[in-house]
């Protein structure tokens, strides 16, 4: 893989980057959520506004109204979207839910890709360990509340010690992630107080 955008991925950069200081912003999207201890996490308009950038759909096949680009171009939207702090859905909807899509049935695919695809919908990423420390494997249930008679069941086996792993990962990201935002949310306020007290 080489270690330069080609003039696409450049140009879809560009768009993410200038997109997500304007519209993801710390002060737009971050704080004004937390202050009104929203319980979604994210603005619904936003999540619109990824959708007629095309952003949504960016791993969705074309034949299935995306822009059937790869994970180099998800991962350069995900750069812009954690460079400006800027809540929402696109990691489990536009990449883990649209990458699991793809390889359902046609049905499947035409029921939920062109909600994914106009911003209109969003996925959240279910999972149950089960006897993690045996090694009996992972039973997941995903419900979709769009319809209760929708179920899917499927049974992974995973050694205990790549779900400790992963788990264990994963907590340090969060920590991470959550000791960053605190810093630049403090270093923003700082900011917006001196601007004012120099007004």
């Known amino acids: 893989m080489p270690l330069y955008h080609n003039e696409d991925q450049a140009m ?4 993410a980057s200038q997109f997500m200081a304007d519209e993801g912003a710390i002060a737009k999207q971050l704080r004004h959520w937390r202050d009104r201890e929203c319980k979604d996490g994210f ?3 936003l ?8 952003f949504t759909g960016i791993l969705v096949s074309e034949e299935d109204g995306g822009l059937g680009m790869g994970h180099v171009e998800a991962g350069i939207v ?5 460079r400006n702090l800027t809540p929402s859905p ?3 909807s536009s990449v883990l839910a649209a990458t699991a899509l793809g390889h359902a049935s046609a049905d499947l695919r035409a029921r939920y890709l062109p909600g994914l695809v106009s911003g209109d919908s969003v996925f959240a990423v279910l999972s149950r ?4 420390f045996w090694g009996k494997g992972l039973h997941q249930t995903a419900t979709f509340s769009a319809d209760r008679e929708t179920n899917i069941d499927a049974s992974f086996w995973w050694p205990a010690v790549i779900s ?5 990962l994963f907590f340090v990201a969060l920590v991470l992630i959550r000791t960053n935002t605190h810093i630049r949310l403090r270093r923003a306020d700082a900011l917006e107080a001196r601007a004012r007290r120099a007004a």
Do not use: D, R, S, V
């Not at 995900?78 to 954690?82: A, D, F, Q, R, S």
């Open 12 to 15: 879809l950069a560009e768009t």
């Open 43 to 45: 603005g619904h308009a």
């Open 47 to 54: 999540w619109k506004q990824f959708g007629e950038l095309g």
């Open 78 to 82: 995900l750069e812009e979207i954690g």
């Open 90 to 92: 696109f990691l489990t």
């Open 129 to 132: 360990y089960a006897a993690m």
């Open 164 to 168: 400790m792993l992963g788990f264990g």
